[in-house]
C-alpha cells in the first residue's frame, strides 16, 4: 500500500514523459533537409503551380444531361504554364496585410498585423501565409467544368482593377476584384471583402454566361501547405498539432494529417461543415454556406518529393447556366488567430480548431475562468495565479482529507520505523503489520494519492489552454519572464519549483523502504528537468500550487500535532 503513492508519482513522471515524446515525435522541428529549406526550382512559385495543374484539382462528376461549354475561354486567356510570376496585388487592413496573386486570385502571402513574429522583434509581424518553402501555405479557388470546358482554375491569370488597396480610416469595408473573360463569352468576376478588424473574408466567384448555350459547373476552394519547419525552433520544444482538419454536424471535429493524407485521400460529402488547415496559434479555414452540400478532399502534391504538398478542400454540388444566366458561389474565409470566441460567430464547431486534444471538456472552461480573470486584472500571469488559488480553493476539502492522512500517517513513524526493525526483510510480515496499524489508528494509506489523481487531468488540461491559447502568445509576466508560453530561458522558476516540490516532500512521511526514500528525493529534481522544458505559465502554476500545498499541509499537520499533544498533555 505505501507504494502506491510512489507509483502514482512515477506514472505522473511518465504521462510527462510520454506527452513530450509523443509531441516531439509527431510534430516536433523536422530534420533539416528531408524538406526544403531554400527556393529549388522544383519549388518555385511557376513550377508549385506547374506542379499541381494535373494533380492538386478534384475530379468532380457533373450530372449526365449536363450541358457542354460552347466556348473556348483559353483562347482568351493565358495560364501560368505560358506566363513569368506576375507582381501579385497588395491588400492592407488595419488587421492584415495581404498579396493576392492574379494568377487565380490566389493568396499567396499574409501577415497578420496584430502579431509578431517573434516576442524579440515586435515589429516583423507574423507571416501566416507564404508562398515559397519552407512552411509554404497558399489559399487556392476556382471553377470546374466538363473536361471539354475550360473554367479559370488557380492557374488562370485574371486582371484586377488595382494594384493595391487599403483600407483608410473612413472605411469599414474593402472590395478588391478580379476579372476573367469577356463580355461575349464567360465572365467570372472573383471577389474577395475585408472588414475593419476582422479575419473573416467574404469571398464570391460569380459568373455570368454570355453564351448562347447552357453551362455547367462546380466552385472548389483549397488550401495547399508544405510540412511546417522552423530552423529556430529550440530542439526540446514541443509543437503542437499542423495539418488539415474538417467538421461535419454528424462527424463532428477530424484531423487529416499529412500521413493520412498521403495514406487515404479524403471523399467525403457534409453539409453545414467547414474545412481548414491548422498550425500553432493560427488557421486559413474556408467555410461554405451552411446549407449547401459539399464535397471534402485531400490530395498531396509530389509525396515522394522532398518538399511534398497538402491540400484539403471542397467543391459544391454542380449548377447550370441557361444563356444569360449568371450565379454567384458565396463562401468566407478565416485567415487568422485561433480566437475560440470569433471563431464561434463564424460557423458551428470552427471554435474547435483551438486544439486542446483529448481533455477539451475541462480545457475550455479553463480557459473562459482564465480570460474571465485576465479582463480584470489585465495581465496573463496574475490570471493564472488567480486560476491556481481557484482550482486550489475548489479542491480545498479534498486536499484537507489528503494532508490529514497524511499527519497521521506522519504521526506513525517511530511505530512503523520498529516495525520494520523488528521484521528486517520479511516483507510479507512487514506489511501485514503495518496494515493492521493503519487499521487499528483508522487511517487510509491511499488518501494522499486522490489529490495527484485529481490533479492529473487539470494539469493535462491547463497544458493545453496554456500551449494553444493565442491570446497568452508572447504574454510578458514580470521581471524576466517576458512570454509565458515560452521556457523559462534562465531556468529559475522551474528551480523554485523543484524546491517547493521538495519541500512539500519533507511535510510527509518518509517512505519505510530506503530505497523508496532515494527515489522520491531524486523526484524533484526529475521533474525540475521536465519542467524547465515546459511554458513558464504552466511551471508558474504548478509551482504556486505547491506552495500552497505546503501552506495548508503545513498548517493541517501543525494542527494535528498540537492536537496530539494536548491529548497526551
Not at 516536433?28 to 511557376?46: I, R
Not at 489523481?453 to 493565442?470: K, N, R, T
Request: hydrophobic share 40%.
Amino acid at each position: 500500500m505505501d507504494n502506491i503513492r510512489l507509483i502514482l508519482i512515477l506514472a505522473f513522471a511518465g504521462v510527462l514523459f510520454m506527452i513530450y515524446s509523443a509531441w516531439v515525435q509527431d510534430y516536433g522541428p523536422l530534420v533539416p533537409g528531408t524538406t526544403a529549406t531554400a527556393p529549388s526550382p522544383a519549388a518555385s512559385p511557376s513550377s508549385l503551380n506547374a506542379a499541381s495543374s494535373d494533380d492538386s484539382l478534384p475530379k468532380p462528376t457533373l450530372p449526365d444531361d449536363a450541358p457542354a461549354v460552347a466556348t473556348d475561354p483559353a483562347s482568351s486567356s493565358a495560364t501560368a504554364a505560358d506566363s513569368p510570376r506576375l507582381s501579385p496585388i497588395t491588400v492592407e487592413t488595419d488587421v492584415l496585410r495581404a498579396q493576392i496573386s492574379p494568377q487565380g486570385a490566389t493568396i499567396e502571402n499574409l501577415w497578420l498585423l496584430n502579431y509578431a513574429a517573434t516576442a524579440e522583434k515586435p515589429d516583423d509581424k507574423f507571416q501566416l501565409l507564404k508562398d515559397l518553402p519552407p512552411n509554404m501555405f497558399i489559399v487556392q479557388s476556382g471553377l470546374l467544368g466538363q473536361p471539354q470546358s475550360a473554367f479559370p482554375t488557380h492557374e488562370t491569370i485574371f486582371s484586377a482593377e488595382a494594384d493595391s488597396y487599403r483600407l483608410d480610416a473612413d472605411q469599414d469595408e474593402q472590395v478588391v476584384t478580379f476579372r476573367w473573360g469577356n463580355a461575349s463569352d464567360i465572365e467570372v468576376v472573383k471577389t474577395y471583402r475585408f472588414t475593419r478588424g476582422s479575419y473573416l473574408v467574404k469571398a464570391s466567384q460569380e459568373i455570368i454566361n454570355h453564351t448562347d448555350s447552357p453551362v455547367s459547373l462546380r466552385a472548389y476552394q483549397q488550401l495547399q501547405r508544405s510540412p511546417q519547419t522552423e530552423a529556430n525552433q529550440p530542439k526540446f520544444v514541443a509543437r503542437t498539432y499542423t495539418g488539415g482538419v474538417y467538421y461535419g454536424p454528424e462527424v463532428k471535429y477530424k484531423k487529416e494529417d499529412f500521413k493520412e493524407m498521403t495514406k487515404q485521400p479524403l471523399d467525403e460529402q457534409i453539409t453545414g461543415g467547414w474545412i481548414a488547415m491548422i498550425q500553432h496559434y493560427f488557421l486559413a479555414a474556408w467555410v461554405p454556406p451552411e446549407s449547401l452540400p459539399q464535397t471534402f478532399y485531400t490530395k498531396v502534391i509530389g509525396k515522394n518529393d522532398p518538399d511534398p504538398r497538402y491540400i484539403i478542400g471542397q467543391y459544391s454540388p454542380p449548377v447550370t447556366l441557361a444563356p444569360g444566366e449568371q450565379h454567384a458561389f458565396e463562401d468566407q474565409l478565416f485567415i487568422g488567430p485561433k480566437l475560440a470566441d470569433r471563431l464561434a460567430k463564424v460557423a458551428p464547431g470552427l471554435h474547435l480548431a483551438v486544439d486542446y486534444g483529448w481533455l477539451t471538456i475541462l480545457a475550455e472552461p479553463i480557459h473562459w475562468v482564465l480570460s474571465w480573470i485576465h479582463k480584470l486584472v489585465g495581465n496573463w500571469g496574475w490570471s493564472i495565479i488567480l486560476l491556481t488559488i481557484l482550482i486550489k480553493a475548489a479542491f480545498y476539502k479534498l486536499s484537507e482529507t489528503s494532508y490529514k492522512s497524511m499527519a497521521h500517517m506522519r504521526k506513525l513513524t517511530p511505530r512503523m520505523k520498529a516495525l520494520k526493525d523488528r521484521y528486517g526483510d520479511d516483507k510479507e510480515r512487514l506489511n501485514q503489520a503495518m496494515m493492521e496499524l493503519y487499521k487499528k489508528e483508522k487511517i487510509n494509506p491511499l488518501g494522499g494519492c486522490l489529490p495527484i489523481l485529481v490533479q492529473i487531468p487539470v494539469f493535462i488540461a491547463l497544458y493545453w489552454v496554456l500551449l494553444e491559447s493565442v491570446e497568452l502568445r508572447h504574454a510578458p509576466f514580470i521581471f524576466w519572464l517576458d512570454n509565458l508560453t515560452a521556457p523559462d530561458p534562465y531556468y529559475i522558476l522551474p528551480l523554485i519549483m523543484g524546491v517547493s516540490m521538495f519541500a512539500q516532500q519533507k511535510l510527509n512521511p518518509p517512505p519505510p523502504d530506503p530505497m523508496q526514500e532515494k527515489i522520491m528525493l531524486a523526484l524533484p529534481v526529475v521533474f525540475t528537468v521536465f519542467f524547465a522544458f515546459f511554458p513558464s505559465g504552466l511551471v508558474l502554476y504548478w509551482t504556486v500550487n505547491n506552495l500552497l500545498s505546503i501552506a495548508q499541509q503545513w498548517y493541517i499537520t501543525r494542527k494535528i500535532e498540537q492536537e496530539e499533544r494536548h491529548k497526551h498533555a
